[in-house]
């Protein structure tokens, strides 16, 4: 691989890591530090394995030079002999350890506690989404921008604003208690949910799937069940969820980039691992009265790794979804709804049903509707496909989109 396409990769993975362990030298106030010294670290990979090529190990030289840069920092700071020195831990010789503990086990306390930090109750829901996305994910400002559907000013000034709060509140990483957790892994849970979709189906990447969000949602989560106290039922829900979804990655994606939609996909693709791995954390979800979104999305999710277009399946699924939306309405899953609904009741019934939902800006709005007239009227299913291209905002959508207007008038030019 090249350093090109390796470096973004591991600095969506690292970044963060890096970050949380600074954070806990420097203090949450001082976060920016910790931010610089990470950017840093990525901006000398970028210098030198541009000339002298990438290092046998990435992962460990990264961590080796995020160390030396830390204990230079450290020691020509006055941050370090007025704030950090009298808390810093003494060897037995009584020499200071100057180098931050990036160890495996360090790093995954450091993110878990940095995950429930920023998800401090002073700090508005909205920045938190915002912060946790540059903080942990290293998203950078204009795809935080796009995930939220806001702009970068407004962003900015969230996490302007967020930090400040971190300050004032003199918010500490420690390890959440039960309380804390009730609290606030509800905004956890969502930043992670925002994650994988944005790797599942990003609108702002052409790539349209890209496997490295959906891993680092996927490791965040799994860190989460490490801990007695955020091992719960929503987690692991949210868990399989994403192992369900990520089992079919390599078939939602043609070899030209190309998305698949999933009654077009090949199925002898699907990864048996990763739907095996889901089911066992549906399993250990199914425990207790509380029933979340995350359960009820899981649970459509493990239906579709089912290849089969059964009566029984879609009957499921479309029960599943009358509970979900009763509980967490959103558009896209009542767009999906129709679809289930679709497969058990037929698609001029489904038709009806979509046009209640009266969705004139969504482009999925557009492809239901082109998909429910096919077969049915294709002057209709053409004419709606029209309209979902001139709404699509990556270059995969619009290929698609034309590539089932061209079967529709293959299949115009036969009769």
Known sequence: MHHTELLPH??????????AVLCKTFGLDNIEI????????????????TYKGIPENPVAWLYTVAKNKTRNFLIRSQTFTNKVLPNFRMSESDNINYEPDLSDSNINDSVLQMMFAISHPSIPAE?????????????GI???????????????KRLYRAKELLRNEQVKLEMPDNEVVSKRLGNVL??????????????????????DL????????????????????QVNALLALMCFHASRLEARKSINGELILYGEQDSTLWNQELIARGAYYLNKASVGSNLSKYHLEASIAWWHTNPSDSLDKWQNILNLYDLLLQINYSPIADLNRIYAYSKVHGNSLAIIEAEKLNLTSNEYYYVLMGELYTGYNNDKAKANYLLALNLAKTI????????????????????
Do not use: H
């Open 10 to 19: 591991l600095f969506r993975t690292e970044y963060s890591r890096v970050t």
């Open 34 to 49: 910790a931010e610089d010294i990470a950017s840093d670290t990525f901006l000398a990979a970028l210098e030198l394995w």
């Open 127 to 139: 920045s938190q989404i915002g912060f946790a996305l540059r903080v942990l994910c290293g998203f």
């Open 142 to 156: 204009d795809e935080i921008a796009s995930a939220l559907l806001s702009n970068k000013e407004t962003i900015n």
């Open 190 to 211: 969502l930043t992670l949910y925002l994650l994988f979709s944005e790797g599942y189906y990003s609108e702002t990447d052409d790539s349209v799937i890209r496997e």
């Open 214 to 233: 959906c891993a680092e949602a996927m490791r965040l989560v799994y860190i989460l069940t490490t801990n007695s106290n955020t091992d719960l039922p």
């Open 396 to 415: 995969a959508d619009r290929n698609c989109i034309k590539e089932k207007i061209s079967k529709l008038d293959g299949l115009d030019s036969i009769y």
